[in-house]
């Protein structure tokens, strides 16, 4: 299908009464939105945090970490002075680092360029790192009352529901559809409580599986529960199989009991995090792990036993990891700022994938 017309959206427009779904959705939304920390105030740096944290990620687990981040990192000042691993550790656990990371560099220029207010503009706050359209119309819309569309999966899902839309929700042209729908739809006296409702309406009612369509305070609009066909929608292709790496991570332990980890390169999937060394067990066979440590980081070891092993599913990707315990009696000669033995009790101060996290977890109970 090709991207819709003027003529179409307007059809699809003409479904819906307009201002008794503004009025409807609004008014459920002040009775029963859910306590939130970012919901305490307007305040767009919490609202921009919090959006970063929620891609990808559920409600519940996003809580604390805000909580946590807004302490260590209260004002965008802050954020912006950080050092990258004080922020990686801080976002240790929610995964998707390189919003983290995206996230700190659009500080940085939020403090430089504007003097740490965060635009207003969308032209400004579009300019800057990790704010895609979805970021950019949540804190115009949620922070500064602006009715701009913001169109995440919830959103998709609900408005797919209600207008009975059967375009894939994967393709790009189909949140082009979406953002023209709500651009015309979204009340323009209470933006903020109309995204956030809809946003709300998702999470707790129009949920993907078995939605609450007798609790819906906009039933009496949506197509899909007059046609039945709700639970059909909104549509969205499989993707493709993910791809599965094989790796030795190597648990390797100097004679004083201090264990080897590196940073990860600067750019990529978990950049600057901190690991234990992985042989990619595509590339090396594990009967030359010995001269692979040794090519790779000048030591000779002894390989011992399996730990455990690791199965850690991202979005595009699925690794196996075979934990691998070695000993050497060699000392390292490589720059210990980006490889370098730490002691079993400073090894926390470190951020870590989650991959990750579970074997220096292994490392620390038997410490205990």
Same mark, same amino acid.
């Given at each position: 299908?090709?991207?819709?017309?003027?003529?179409? %959206?307007?059809?699809?427009?003409?479904?819906?009464?307009?201002?008794?779904?503004?009025?409807?959705?609004?008014?459920?939304?002040?009775?029963?939105? +859910?306590?939130?920390?970012?919901?305490?105030?307007?305040?767009?740096?919490?609202?921009?945090?919090?959006?970063?944290?929620?891609?990808?990620?559920?409600?519940?687990?996003?809580?604390?970490?805000?909580?946590? &981040?807004?302490?260590?990192?209260?004002?965008?000042?802050?954020?912006?002075?950080?050092?990258?691993?004080?922020?990686?550790?801080?976002?240790?656990?929610?995964?998707? *680092?390189?919003?983290?990371?995206?996230?700190?560099?659009?500080?940085?220029?939020?403090?430089?360029?504007?003097?740490?207010?965060?635009?207003?503009?969308?032209?400004?706050?579009?300019?800057?790192?990790?704010?895609?359209?979805?970021?950019?119309?949540?804190?115009?819309?949620?922070?500064?009352?602006?009715?701009?569309?913001?169109?995440?999966?919830?959103?998709?899902?609900?408005?797919?529901?209600?207008?009975?839309?059967?375009?894939?929700?994967?393709?790009?042209?189909?949140?082009?559809?979406?953002?023209?729908?709500?651009?015309?739809?979204?009340?323009?006296?209470?933006?903020? *409580?109309?995204?956030?409702?809809?946003?709300?309406?998702?999470?707790?009612?129009?949920?993907?599986?078995?939605?609450?369509?007798?609790?819906?305070?906009?039933?009496?609009?949506?197509?899909?529960?007059?046609?039945?066909?709700?639970?059909?929608?909104?549509?969205?292709?499989?993707?493709?199989?993910?791809?599965?790496? +094989?790796?030795?991570?190597?648990?390797?332990?100097?004679?004083?009991?201090?264990?080897? %980890?590196?940073? +990860?390169?600067?750019?990529?999937?978990?950049?600057?995090?901190?690991? &234990?060394?992985?042989?990619?067990?595509?590339?090396?066979?594990?009967?030359?792990?010995?001269?692979?440590?040794?090519?790779?980081?000048?030591?000779?070891?002894?390989?011992?036993?399996?730990?455990?092993?690791?199965?850690?599913?991202?979005?595009?990707?699925?690794?196996?990891?075979?934990?691998?315990?070695?000993?050497?009696?060699?000392?390292?000669?490589?720059?210990?700022?980006?490889?370098?033995?730490?002691?079993?009790?400073?090894?926390?101060?470190?951020?870590?994938?989650?991959?990750?996290?579970?074997?220096?977890?292994?490392?620390?109970?038997?410490?205990?």
């Amino acid at each position: 299908m090709k991207n819709m017309t003027t003529k179409q %959206i307007s059809q699809y427009l003409e479904k819906v009464d307009i201002h008794a779904f503004r009025r409807e959705l609004i008014t459920w939304f002040e009775s029963e939105m +859910r306590d939130l920390p970012w919901r305490q105030d307007q305040d767009p740096y919490k609202v921009w945090v919090s959006e970063i944290m929620l891609q990808q990620t559920k409600v519940d687990t996003v809580i604390p970490y805000f909580n946590r &981040f807004m302490e260590q990192f209260p004002t965008v000042h802050d954020l912006a002075e950080a050092e990258e691993q004080q922020v990686l550790k801080a976002w240790e656990g929610l995964g998707y *680092y390189s919003r983290a990371r995206n996230l700190q560099n659009a500080v940085q220029e939020v403090v430089a360029t504007y003097g740490g207010k965060v635009p207003d503009n969308e032209e400004q706050l579009s300019s800057l790192k990790g704010i895609g359209p979805y970021t950019k119309g949540a804190i115009l819309s949620i922070a500064y009352n602006q009715p701009e569309p913001a169109v995440d999966g919830n959103v998709m899902r609900v408005l797919s529901r209600i207008y009975f839309i059967e375009e894939d929700i994967a393709k790009p042209k189909a949140r082009k559809t979406f953002e023209a729908i709500l651009r015309e739809l979204i009340d323009p006296d209470n933006p903020s *409580y109309f995204n956030q409702g809809l946003m709300e309406l998702g999470a707790l009612v129009c949920t993907p599986k078995s939605p609450s369509c007798l609790l819906c305070p906009v039933q009496a609009h949506c197509e899909g529960f007059k046609l039945g066909r709700q639970t059909e929608l909104p549509i969205k292709i499989t993707k493709k199989k993910k791809n599965v790496k +094989r790796y030795w991570a190597l648990v390797i332990e100097n004679t004083k009991g201090d264990v080897l %980890i590196e940073k +990860r390169p600067d750019s990529g999937l978990l950049a600057n995090l901190w690991q &234990f060394p992985m042989m990619d067990l595509s590339d090396v066979d594990p009967e030359f792990a010995k001269q692979w440590i040794q090519q790779a980081y000048g030591l000779s070891v002894t390989v011992g036993h399996k730990l455990t092993d690791i199965n850690h599913v991202f979005s595009h990707l699925t690794w196996d990891l075979e934990v691998i315990r070695c000993k050497t009696d060699d000392s390292l000669s490589l720059d210990p700022d980006d490889v370098c033995f730490v002691s079993k009790t400073h090894i926390d101060d470190y951020p870590f994938p989650v991959s990750h996290q579970k074997i220096r977890q292994i490392l620390l109970n038997e410490q205990s």
